[in-house]
């Protein structure tokens, strides 16, 4: 079972509740991942609502923490297989995946801006000129 969040979304606290459940309840089956780019659609994370270490977090709500460079494919492979390798094991999976929102594309880069709308026709033609690969590519 995997679950897939934003960190910002982790500001909420439902997210906390269903981590101490997962935990308690020995949920092993799940892996979940977040998306730790430092923005949120309000701003950047650290001014909007700090999430401090997110590793010793999840470390003391009794979760197995791996963490992977998210905006390199090879890396999120390697996390990945460790994931199911570590899964089954009595404790459910949280990885952290660094990554810079809009990464590839100059004037996307960094900018909570970009979150949650789509570019244009001309914006997206640029973006792909910019990108060395997509997922079509794996």
Known sequence: LFSLHGDGELQ????WEAAM????NKVDNLIAA????GQQIDGPTEKVLSLGD???KWLAFGWKVL????????DIIRVLELAKESAFKGVPIMILLQTNMGHGVDFMMG????????????????ALKQL???LQDY
């Open 132 to 134: 060395n690969s997509t």
């Open 111 to 126: 900018s909570h801006k970009w979150h949650g709308v789509a570019p244009n026709d001309e914006q997206l033609e640029l």
């Open 67 to 74: 963490e992977a460079k998210g905006n390199e494919m090879e």
């Open 12 to 15: 909420e606290g439902q997210i």
């Open 54 to 56: 997110l590793k010793a």
């Open 34 to 37: 977040v998306d730790v780019n």
């Open 21 to 24: 459940y997962a935990a308690h």
